[in-house]
């Protein structure tokens, strides 16, 4: 180990003196390496102009890369003046040589003035790059300010728009509340006139009433004794529940408490001992490192000095050699060249005279790619486009469609009469889409047209007498809005057959009528599969009225089947209100309706009584209610069905006998059975407001026309309402007698119940009394020997807790001492494999010094493998302080080994 450090010391000196030795005595080994990168330093050709699409970040790298090279080559021009003089002042031995450095510091020289040249052809070429960057950037901030403009009054349009429909809205709003306010006010006064009725109807019954009010009186004392004796047994439960928390909280807090203060002394007593053993060990080990230090010190100083000599002497021998050979072989041959980016004219040249060559011109040269933007026939290089200009795109044929709105004549406009047709108008003038096409776009391929194409190909047939037609380049038609919009997509459709189409739930039906207008067949297939997939609750009343419109009845009968099976779950009914008679009977005779019954009513009789009450007759109101749709009759509709269902009647035939044409009519049973049933809400309170205002007002206001009387029966023919009459009280008399009969049960009832829970309550009070007695004697002696037994068992449990901690800390205190360092005299070696008690101690070693290797030294080549297998020979612990040497760091690392009192290791 000693050795090793003396090693590495005289290295070092080695490696300065011999570093010396070259810089003052060989100055070919410096000078050759400069004059070799000199003459194979490449030739840099002209820089041509980069392409517009360079940046200006390309040209400042450039840039810095030419004023690094230049910078480089100053850099080592100046060693080379240097060398030389030295070696001029060495002797006549290197006159030549300087000669040849002269020549090479001239081509050096002519180098820098044309890296100069090429670095300010650079810059030259940057402003020029810069200038074509801010003409790019002024026509974009131009292309972007237009975008801004136009968007601006895009935005300045839709918020026109935006203000017209809330202005729309607002006034719809103010008309609904007034409305509202209407409907309130007759509320209001509806309510007054019930609330003074009623007010009445309690002083008429507050007599029949005292009796009852008694037989209360006496329950509730009853029910007032039950609840003070629940509420003095849940007290004292409450109690004796506290009690028993309180006592079992304070046992916890106390075995907490002692468990604590234990684990706290164990916890200082085993960090008392770590500190020792810590303080011990730090203690050891400083004393050792010392002891080594001093000892290394020693023995480093007398080796440096022997070894340092020997080889600084050697090495400077070498060195001279080395110079001589080199200096020889210089003057006959030259060094390879070596690849270099930076390649000069000037180093070729003869006599390492600066070239003459004026410098090219650095203006871009004309080639294809600086005329890209311009175009001979004076076309983009765009794609075949229906939307681009006529002219550009060669178009040979145009659709012509005229916008049209919904009538008698729509979605396919067959009328000779135009007048007959309502169009779109724009200022004043009809609506006009003009889309130029080519004919082998749309009448040719997989998604053709083969209704254009059939109409091209017939008028390509049948021309006019002077060789031209209209109908072979001009296709006129008529289209309601929603078709229009979407004809461009067809278009996209024809003409690009990779492209996805755009399709949606509001151009989707469009989109099938104008494939089955003009024979599109995969367009048809693919709008036909969107709606399918897409046809849902949400959306079903849209395609509803859309297919209507184009009459598709296809995607109509889907339609109405889903609206049919969702009518229960709308929550807007506006939409339905508002479709025609004809599909509203369709939705409501549809198989799959799915809606309760007196929902159903109500939006049957909101639909035909309030919206379409003139487009109604009476087989349509008969259909719609038929007894298998409408068992059931929502008893706030009933009454006013029915009178709408008499004035139907009537308005066919004025002066037939109600009764006898509503004889077994299902709907006016179900009406009258619900009214009667209702008999309070629907008969007995309208028709006492009705009284109050006759009575409240004058003649004269009476005789106004314009009061309708609240009791909608009163409205009714006088048999009908007689009829209806009779069967209110009838079902006022069950309703009375059934309210009688169950008041008597629920009375008889309670009272039973209030007597059981008396007697319940009073054994239960005895009871806890007594076991509260019971408890208050007994609860103090079982509590305070529980407490004690709890205490002692757990001081056991810490006893015997401690105990075993206590056997573990010695346990591994004793772990520990078994850990011996090796000494440093101590020898490593291999097992024999023949005879195991034979250990070969020449093929290991610890240490990083070859001299110290076999058969220098009695120690082996290899790292030790054996570890000392007998521990009787150490005892001293103070001399146990081996070592072993690391080649990687420089570093002494010890070794300890595990001492095993059963056998050795």
């Given at each position: 180990v000693e050795g090793e450090d003396g090693e590495e010391t005289s290295s070092g000196e080695y490696e300065s003196s011999s570093g010396e030795e070259e810089s003052t005595t060989v100055i070919e080994p410096v000078v050759e390496p400069v004059v070799a990168s000199v003459k194979a330093a490449p030739v840099v050709e002209p820089v041509k102009a980069a392409p517009e699409e360079t940046s200006?970040?390309?040209?400042?790298?450039?840039?810095?890369?030419?004023?690094?090279?230049?910078?480089?080559?100053?850099?080592?021009?100046?060693?080379?003046?240097?060398?030389?003089?030295?070696?001029?002042?060495?002797?006549?031995?290197?006159?030549?040589?300087?000669?040849?450095?002269?020549?090479?510091?001239?081509?050096?020289?002519?180098?820098?003035?044309?890296?100069?040249?090429?670095?300010?052809?650079?810059?030259?070429?940057?402003?020029?790059?810069?200038?074509?960057?801010?003409?790019?950037?002024?026509?974009?901030?131009?292309?972007?300010?237009?975008?801004?403009?136009?968007?601006?009054?895009?935005?300045?349009?839709?918020?026109?728009?935006?203000?017209?429909?809330?202005?729309?809205?607002?006034?719809?709003?103010?008309?609904?509340?007034?409305?509202?306010?209407?409907?309130?006010?007759?509320?209001?006064?509806?309510?007054?006139?019930?609330?003074?009725?009623?007010?009445?109807?309690?002083?008429?019954?507050?007599?029949?009433?005292?009796?009852?009010?008694?037989?209360?009186?006496?329950?509730?004392?009853?029910?007032?004794?039950?609840?003070?004796?629940?509420?003095?047994?849940?007290?004292?439960?409450?109690?004796?529940?506290?009690?028993?928390?309180?006592?079992?909280?304070?046992?916890?807090?106390?075995?907490?408490?002692?468990?604590?203060?234990?684990?706290?002394?164990?916890?200082?007593?085993?960090?008392?001992?770590?500190?020792?053993?810590?303080?011990?060990?730090?203690?050891?080990?400083?004393?050792?490192?010392?002891?080594?230090?001093?000892?290394?010190?020693?023995?480093?100083?007398?080796?440096?000095?022997?070894?340092?000599?020997?080889?600084?002497?050697?090495?400077?021998?070498?060195?001279?050699?080395?110079?001589?050979?080199?200096?020889?072989?210089i003057r006959n041959t030259r060094p390879a060249p070596r690849s270099s980016p930076n390649k000069t004219i000037s180093s070729s040249l003869p006599g390492g005279q600066r070239s003459r060559i004026p410098p090219l011109s650095r203006v871009a040269p004309v080639t294809s790619s600086s005329l890209q933007n311009t175009r001979y026939d004076g076309v983009d290089d765009d794609e075949l486009n229906w939307r681009l200009d006529s002219y550009a795109m060669l178009s040979d044929y145009t659709i012509i469609v005229r916008r049209a709105l919904p009538g008698p004549h729509a979605p396919d406009f067959e009328v000779d009469d135009a007048n007959a047709i309502d169009f779109s108008m724009d200022a004043g003038?009809?609506?006009?889409?003009?889309?130029?096409?080519?004919?082998?776009?749309?009448?040719?391929?997989?998604?053709?047209?083969?209704?254009?194409?059939?109409?091209?190909?017939?008028?390509?047939?049948?021309?006019?007498?002077?060789?031209?037609?209209?109908?072979?380049?001009?296709?006129?038609?008529?289209?309601?809005?929603?078709?229009?919009?979407?004809?461009?997509i067809v278009l996209d459709f024809l003409y690009y057959p990779d492209k996805p189409l755009e399709m949606n739930i509001h151009n989707a039906v469009p989109l099938v009528y104008l494939g089955k207008r003009y024979r599109i067949r995969a367009l048809i297939e693919q709008s036909e599969e969107f709606v399918h997939s897409h046809l849902e609750s949400t959306n079903a009343i849209h395609f509803l009225l859309d297919s209507y419109l184009y009459q598709l009845d296809d995607i109509l009968s889907r339609a109405i089947d889903v609206t049919a099976a969702n009518l229960g779950a709308t929550l807007d009914f506006n939409p339905i209100y508002q479709l025609p008679p004809e599909l509203f009977r369709r939705i409501i005779l549809s198989k799959d309706l799915n809606c309760d019954s007196g929902l159903l009513s109500l939006i049957v009789y909101s639909y035909c009584g309030e919206h379409h009450a003139e487009d109604i007759d009476v087989e349509y109101l008969r259909e719609i209610t038929k007894q298998r749709l409408m068992p059931e009759i929502d008893s706030k509709v009933a009454l006013m069905l029915l009178k709408f269902y008499v004035d139907l009647i009537f308005a066919d035939d004025e002066n037939c006998d109600i009764m006898d044409v509503l004889v077994g009519d299902s709907l006016m049973q179900r009406?009258?059975?619900?009214?009667?049933?209702?008999?309070?809400?629907?008969?007995?309170?309208?028709?006492?407001?009705?009284?109050?205002?006759?009575?409240?007002?004058?003649?004269?206001?009476?005789?106004?026309?314009?009061?309708?009387?609240?009791?909608?029966?009163?409205?009714?023919?006088t048999k009908l309402q007689n009829y209806l009459l009779e069967k209110c009280i009838i079902e006022a008399k069950n309703d009375?007698?059934?309210?009688?009969?169950?008041?008597?049960?629920?009375?008889?009832?309670?009272?039973?119940?209030?007597?059981?829970v008396t007697k319940s309550c009073d054994a239960i009070v005895r009871e806890l009394q007594n076991d509260l007695r019971e408890s208050e004697k007994n609860k103090n002696k079982q509590n305070l020997k529980t407490h004690l037994d709890k205490i002692e068992a757990k001081m056991l449990e810490m006893e015997a807790e401690l105990e075993l901690q206590k056997q573990k800390a010695e346990a591994y205190k004793q772990e520990l001492k078994r850990f011996r360092r090796v000494p440093g005299i101590h020898n490593f070696g291999e097992v024999c494999k023949k005879d195991p008690t034979v250990v070969d101690k020449t093929k290991c070693t610890y240490s990083g010094n070859p001299d110290h290797h076999y058969p220098l030294h009695r120690r082996g080549d290899r790292p030790p493998t054996q570890m000392p297998g007998m521990t009787a020979e150490f005892q001293n612990l103070a001399k146990e302080n081996g070592y072993i040497y690391d080649d990687g760091h420089g570093g002494l690392l010890p070794v300890f080994y595990y001492v095993n009192t059963s056998a050795s290791v």
């Amino acid at each position: 180990v000693e050795g090793e450090d003396g090693e590495e010391t005289s290295s070092g000196e080695y490696e300065s003196s011999s570093g010396e030795e070259e810089s003052t005595t060989v100055i070919e080994p410096v000078v050759e390496p400069v004059v070799a990168s000199v003459k194979a330093a490449p030739v840099v050709e002209p820089v041509k102009a980069a392409p517009e699409e360079t940046s200006s970040a390309g040209v400042e790298e450039e840039e810095e890369e030419s004023t690094v090279v230049v910078e480089s080559l100053k850099a080592e021009a100046a060693p080379e003046d240097t060398s030389v003089d030295q070696s001029t002042a060495g002797g006549s031995g290197y006159v030549s040589k300087s000669a040849a450095v002269a020549k090479e510091k001239s081509d050096l020289e002519s180098k820098l003035d044309q890296e100069l040249e090429n670095h300010h052809a650079l810059e030259r070429q940057h402003e020029q790059r810069q200038a074509e960057f801010r003409a790019e950037q002024d026509r974009l901030r131009k292309a972007e300010a237009a975008d801004a403009e136009r968007l601006r009054l895009l935005e300045v349009e839709r918020r026109e728009e935006q203000h017209r429909l809330e202005e729309e809205q607002r006034l719809l709003e103010e008309e609904r509340l007034r409305v509202e306010m209407e409907q309130q006010a007759a509320e209001n006064e509806r309510r007054r006139r019930l609330e003074e009725e009623g007010q009445r109807a309690l002083e008429l019954v507050q007599r029949r009433l005292q009796q009852d009010k008694e037989k209360q009186r006496a329950l509730a004392r009853q029910q007032e004794e039950q609840r003070q004796y629940e509420e003095q047994r849940r007290q004292l439960e409450e109690e004796q529940r506290r009690l028993e928390a309180e006592r079992e909280h304070q046992q916890i807090l106390d075995r907490q408490r002692e468990q604590m203060l234990q684990l706290q002394e164990e916890q200082r007593r085993l960090e008392e001992q770590r500190i020792q053993f810590e303080e011990e060990q730090r203690r050891l080990r400083e004393e050792r490192v010392h002891e080594q230090v001093q000892n290394s010190r020693a023995v480093g100083n007398v080796d440096r000095t022997t070894t340092s000599n020997t080889r600084v002497h050697e090495q400077v021998q070498a060195s001279r050699a080395v110079g001589n050979a080199d200096s020889t072989t210089i003057r006959n041959t030259r060094p390879a060249p070596r690849s270099s980016p930076n390649k000069t004219i000037s180093s070729s040249l003869p006599g390492g005279q600066r070239s003459r060559i004026p410098p090219l011109s650095r203006v871009a040269p004309v080639t294809s790619s600086s005329l890209q933007n311009t175009r001979y026939d004076g076309v983009d290089d765009d794609e075949l486009n229906w939307r681009l200009d006529s002219y550009a795109m060669l178009s040979d044929y145009t659709i012509i469609v005229r916008r049209a709105l919904p009538g008698p004549h729509a979605p396919d406009f067959e009328v000779d009469d135009a007048n007959a047709i309502d169009f779109s108008m724009d200022a004043g003038n009809p609506k006009l889409d003009s889309y130029y096409v080519h004919k082998a776009m749309i009448a040719v391929g997989s998604r053709r047209s083969e209704l254009l194409g059939r109409r091209i190909r017939e008028a390509d047939s049948t021309t006019r007498p002077d060789g031209h037609s209209s109908d072979v380049n001009v296709h006129e038609t008529i289209m309601l809005e929603s078709a229009a919009d979407a004809m461009g997509i067809v278009l996209d459709f024809l003409y690009y057959p990779d492209k996805p189409l755009e399709m949606n739930i509001h151009n989707a039906v469009p989109l099938v009528y104008l494939g089955k207008r003009y024979r599109i067949r995969a367009l048809i297939e693919q709008s036909e599969e969107f709606v399918h997939s897409h046809l849902e609750s949400t959306n079903a009343i849209h395609f509803l009225l859309d297919s209507y419109l184009y009459q598709l009845d296809d995607i109509l009968s889907r339609a109405i089947d889903v609206t049919a099976a969702n009518l229960g779950a709308t929550l807007d009914f506006n939409p339905i209100y508002q479709l025609p008679p004809e599909l509203f009977r369709r939705i409501i005779l549809s198989k799959d309706l799915n809606c309760d019954s007196g929902l159903l009513s109500l939006i049957v009789y909101s639909y035909c009584g309030e919206h379409h009450a003139e487009d109604i007759d009476v087989e349509y109101l008969r259909e719609i209610t038929k007894q298998r749709l409408m068992p059931e009759i929502d008893s706030k509709v009933a009454l006013m069905l029915l009178k709408f269902y008499v004035d139907l009647i009537f308005a066919d035939d004025e002066n037939c006998d109600i009764m006898d044409v509503l004889v077994g009519d299902s709907l006016m049973q179900r009406c009258i059975a619900v009214a009667a049933k209702h008999w309070q809400g629907e008969v007995y309170e309208p028709l006492m407001v009705d009284s109050e205002f006759n009575e409240s007002a004058s003649p004269m206001k009476r005789r106004l026309p314009a009061h309708e009387p609240t009791a909608i029966h009163r409205a009714l023919p006088t048999k009908l309402q007689n009829y209806l009459l009779e069967k209110c009280i009838i079902e006022a008399k069950n309703d009375f007698d059934s309210e009688r009969a169950a008041k008597d049960a629920q009375q008889g009832e309670k009272q039973a119940e209030i007597e059981a829970v008396t007697k319940s309550c009073d054994a239960i009070v005895r009871e806890l009394q007594n076991d509260l007695r019971e408890s208050e004697k007994n609860k103090n002696k079982q509590n305070l020997k529980t407490h004690l037994d709890k205490i002692e068992a757990k001081m056991l449990e810490m006893e015997a807790e401690l105990e075993l901690q206590k056997q573990k800390a010695e346990a591994y205190k004793q772990e520990l001492k078994r850990f011996r360092r090796v000494p440093g005299i101590h020898n490593f070696g291999e097992v024999c494999k023949k005879d195991p008690t034979v250990v070969d101690k020449t093929k290991c070693t610890y240490s990083g010094n070859p001299d110290h290797h076999y058969p220098l030294h009695r120690r082996g080549d290899r790292p030790p493998t054996q570890m000392p297998g007998m521990t009787a020979e150490f005892q001293n612990l103070a001399k146990e302080n081996g070592y072993i040497y690391d080649d990687g760091h420089g570093g002494l690392l010890p070794v300890f080994y595990y001492v095993n009192t059963s056998a050795s290791v």
